[in-house]
């Protein structure tokens, strides 16, 4: 089948490769121009246009699709088929239109749960049981088009980076067996019951409020890695903690209440597994401790 495929980081890379290996003729990729990244800020290219120059494919990077000229290219690549996979765009009408089987989309949710941006960080945060993918028909609604396929996995103690590769790789097997023949595959309407939205994950909320409960911090905690990595601030340094435990320990919130750098929060406490000092690589509660000092009645406050 001749595809256009569209996407930007990691999570639509396993399915690219899925795609070019099942023998599928991609016409062109779409995806992010190149954006300043890193303490240089130097141009970076995205995940996928830097796999895709591996595969040997024509990549292009249009700001949007308002321009006249970038629809007419679209157009003239006589794709049968676009398949999208966070492209960070909003595609409209006229571009969903164009190809004849429509344009389908890999959402990281079972939706109409999680609609929205960040649908993995939200399933975690939330507490839920279980997320999955699916191959949905794109409609000019946000992620409110009919689903084609599902493919389900337990969350249990994952964080985002480690749910969003399993996710990745089951949408690019899932993708696969629906192109092979889309129509055993029929569109069904998603349910009116259940919708929710993932809004952005934004940079204040990734600060710590040791009065929750520390199940509800160590979700964000885990929601949050790799980014933007949930932190505190102590002697106007921030530490972002990238993974914790619950400890059935109870004291003032936000204070150390042992030698192991346990934190008391409104229920219960979390102790810090990996640990980060602004500046500093990650290193685990042992190794920051030999070089840190957290006497136990430190105060972190509440929410810094």
């Excluded at 001749?2 to 991609?26: E, K, S, W």
């Excluded at 396929?149 to 629906?178: C, D, F, P, Q, R």
Aim: aromatic share 6%.
């Amino acid at each position: 089948m001749r595809i256009a495929f569209m996407g930007t980081p990691n999570f639509a890379v396993p399915a690219l490769r899925a795609l070019q290996a099942a023998g599928h003729d991609i016409a062109a990729v779409y995806t992010q121009p190149p954006r300043p990244a890193n303490r240089g800020k130097k141009l970076t290219k995205s995940a996928v246009h830097s796999a895709a120059e591996e595969l040997g494919l024509a990549v292009k990077t249009p700001i949007n699709f308002k321009e006249e000229n970038d629809r007419d290219e679209f157009d003239a690549l006589e794709s049968e088929i676009a398949i999208v996979a966070a492209y960070g765009l909003i595609l409209p009408p006229s571009i969903l239109a164009i190809p004849k089987h429509g344009c389908l989309n890999i959402h990281g949710s079972l939706l109409p749960r999680w609609r929205g941006a960040a649908p993995v960080q939200r399933a975690i945060e939330a507490g839920d049981t279980e997320s999955g993918v699916m191959i949905m028909q794109m409609e000019s609604g946000l992620d409110t088009g009919p689903v084609r396929a599902t493919s389900k996995t337990i969350i249990a103690h994952k964080n985002t980076a480690e749910l969003t590769e399993i996710l990745a790789h089951m949408g690019a097997k899932l993708l696969v067996s629906v192109l092979e023949n889309l129509a055993a595959y029929p569109a069904l309407t998603q349910a009116d019951e259940g919708v929710t939205y993932a809004k952005k994950i934004t940079k204040e909320e990734a600060r710590i409020d040791f009065s929750q409960a520390a199940q509800i911090i160590e979700r964000k905690i885990r929601a949050y890695n790799p980014i933007p990595g949930a932190f505190f601030e102590h002697d106007n340094m921030r530490y972002r903690i990238h993974s914790a435990q619950i400890i059935d320990k109870q004291g003032s919130n936000g204070t150390i209440i042992d030698e192991h750098m346990t934190i008391a929060c409104g229920h219960q406490s979390i102790r810090p597994t990996i640990i980060q000092k602004a500046g500093k690589p990650k290193m685990t509660l042992d190794e920051f401790l030999r070089g840190h000092t957290f006497p136990t009645g430190t105060q972190l406050g509440l929410k810094i």
